[in-house]
């Protein structure tokens, strides 16, 4: 029984955190579904966020456009560059020397 009462207000110290996390990260980003579980869960915390936190000031960040087209041109460089063997004798390199002796 001394273990349930160390524990009980941990996990609810934990799930209070997190629906306030979870509270202010939504209002940030101007969300609405799933709030009203996150303040009450984390009320009275959620209460001053409430006030506090400004809905929709969290900018939607994009993903920038992938540069496929300059990836392929280099991959294609590469392969020119390697030869039928694949090896870089074009860049001047030991492809074919052995390793120095120990």
């Not at 524990?7 to 101007?30: H, S």
């Not at 915390?45 to 456009?65: K, N, W, Y």
């Not at 496929?68 to 694949?86: A, F, M, P, S």
Request: aromatic letters at 8%; zero cysteines.
């Amino acid at each position: 029984m001394g273990m349930h009462i160390f524990l009980e207000p941990l996990v609810g110290a934990i799930v209070w955190v997190a629906a306030n996390v979870i509270y202010v990260d939504l209002r940030k980003k101007g969300r609405r579904k799933g709030r009203f579980i996150s303040f009450f869960a984390g009320y009275p915390g959620t209460l001053v966020s409430m006030f506090v936190v400004r809905e929709g000031t969290d900018p939607q960040i994009e993903a920038p456009p992938d540069d496929e087209e300059r990836l392929l041109r280099e991959i294609r460089v590469d392969r020119e560059l390697r030869g039928e063997d694949g090896r870089h004798g074009a860049l001047g390199t030991d492809a074919g020397a052995e390793p120095p002796a120990d």
